[in-house]
């Protein structure tokens, strides 16, 4: 462990960890917390993070929310779990012991490990006239419990290192929420005009984040669908639901406050019918857009927060998987090195052995995929070239093993 690390920070369209350029080559596992909160599973979680900086990988997203059900952070509104809190703790502190990084996201769009929905639930259970998942948005009530939640985590003191999380060089960066939708208004006028009657929820939220915690970036957490604001770019998403999603990628990241921008690339679930070929050309399209928009209209770094193909319906291959993850790395890479913007890009998803029954398709077990193993520690490999020049370009922390060369 590194005892005097340096915060991340933004600087325009770059990431910087005191006077080095940082390049975030990361991954997801995002039951990290629920399997600390078991002394039967937490060694998968010291594993996993292991294993992935061995082969070379610097920054972790997770999920920082359980709300309501099973091994809940958040039990209910302003109620914790000190045993889940503490779980919590232990996967920043396993972090930190492996230089690993962390993106914490506080929120799901998704009935998965609570969400919005069950935000929504509890305002029901409290009286609130709810009529929808999206009144998460625009609720007054349920965003004083989101707020309540987000200020518990980021003020947390570690029981493990006594440091409090927004004090903490471990964490990179806070996420709002996993792939908001809020399709009840397909114009993004919710997530992102204020007007007399509300706070946009993205300004009121980044406001409210960067009001306690001044120093660490933030993201949002989108997928990077374009809304009709844009009409000329409704052709660059996957599908025309994606346009009504309520989402507006380049609106959205000119809220204040909001550090980075946040897409995810999903071509086997986007183009379902389409060749493998014709998935590549998608991919190129969809992040050179993005690259584009990021460094020319938001001046911000990009950051590809998902990023993964699933084989579990047999549709696609390990050898695919490999193709598509190495068009990603590529064309990322190609604009890191042409000085057009930073960032970086976190697959989707690496498991620890032991982790086999939580596989949704998309999980990677490096014990058993050599050949991934390979492109990541390749990856790794090209962003800490050994030429002299980019070596003053980039910092990945942690050490490439020998047995990966």
């Given at each position: 462990m590194d005892d005097h690390w340096p915060m991340v920070e933004r600087r325009g369209t770059q990431l910087w960890a005191s006077d080095l350029p940082f390049i975030i080559h990361g991954f997801n596992t995002y039951w990290l917390m629920s399997f600390a909160s078991d002394g039967a599973t937490r060694p998968r979680v010291t594993a996993a993070i292991a294993e992935a900086a061995d082969a070379g990988l610097n920054v972790c997203r997770t999920w920082a929310?359980?709300?309501?059900?099973?091994?809940?952070?958040?039990?209910?509104?302003?109620?914790?779990?000190?045993?889940?809190?503490?779980?919590?703790?232990?996967?920043?502190?396993?972090a930190r012991r492996h230089n690993m990084r962390l993106i914490l996201s506080l929120c799901n769009n998704w009935e998965d490990y609570g969400g919005k929905a069950q935000y929504v639930r509890w305002g029901k259970d409290d009286g609130l006239d709810l009529t929808s998942e999206d009144d998460f948005f625009t609720d007054p009530t349920i965003k004083s419990y989101y707020k309540a939640f987000v200020e518990a985590v980021v003020t947390r003191i570690n029981t493990i290192t006594n440091e409090a999380y927004?004090?903490?060089?471990?964490?990179?960066?806070?996420?709002?929420?996993?792939e908001p939708h809020c399709p009840s208004d397909p114009s993004g006028d919710t997530l992102q005009i204020l007007n007399p009657l509300f706070f946009a929820w993205i300004e009121e939220m980044a406001s409210y984040v960067k009001s306690i915690d001044p120093v660490h970036l933030l993201e949002i957490g989108t997928e990077g669908f374009y809304a009709p604001s844009a009409p000329e770019l409704l052709p660059v998403n996957p599908d025309e639901y994606s346009g009504n999603a309520g989402t507006d990628f380049i609106r959205n990241h000119q809220a204040a406050g909001i550090d980075l921008?946040?897409?995810?690339?999903?071509?086997?679930?986007?183009?379902?019918?389409?060749?493998?070929?014709?998935?590549?050309?998608?991919?190129?399209?969809?992040?050179?857009?993005?690259?584009?928009?990021?460094?020319?209209?938001?001046?911000?770094?990009?950051?590809?927060?998902?990023?993964?193909?699933?084989?579990?319906?047999?549709?696609?291959?390990?050898?695919?998987?490999?193709?598509?993850?190495?068009?990603?790395?590529?064309?990322?890479?190609?604009?890191?090195k042409g000085e057009v913007i930073g960032g970086g890009c976190l697959l989707w998803q690496l498991f620890p052995e032991g982790a086999e029954h939580m596989d949704d398709?998309?999980?990677?077990?490096?014990?058993?995929?050599?050949?991934?193993?390979?492109?990541?520690?390749n990856h790794s490999r090209n962003l800490n070239a050994t030429d002299a020049s980019a070596l003053k370009r980039v910092q990945i922390p942690g050490q490439i093993k020998n047995r990966y060369v």
């Open positions: 929310f359980s709300d309501g059900g099973y091994r809940a952070l958040l039990t209910a509104p302003f109620h914790y779990d000190e045993v889940v809190f503490q779980a919590l703790d232990f996967v920043v502190s396993e927004k004090d903490d060089p471990t964490i990179l960066a806070w996420e709002l929420i996993n921008a946040s897409i995810h690339v999903y071509s086997d679930t986007w183009l379902p019918h389409s060749i493998e070929e014709n998935h590549l050309q998608s991919v190129n399209a969809w992040m050179q857009q993005h690259i584009d928009d990021a460094a020319n209209l938001l001046g911000m770094p990009i950051v590809i927060g998902e990023f993964g193909v699933s084989i579990k319906d047999g549709k696609f291959g390990n050898e695919f998987r490999e193709a598509f993850m190495e068009t990603v790395y590529r064309i990322f890479l190609s604009s890191w398709g998309y999980a990677i077990i490096l014990a058993k995929s050599p050949s991934t193993l390979n492109l990541l520690a």
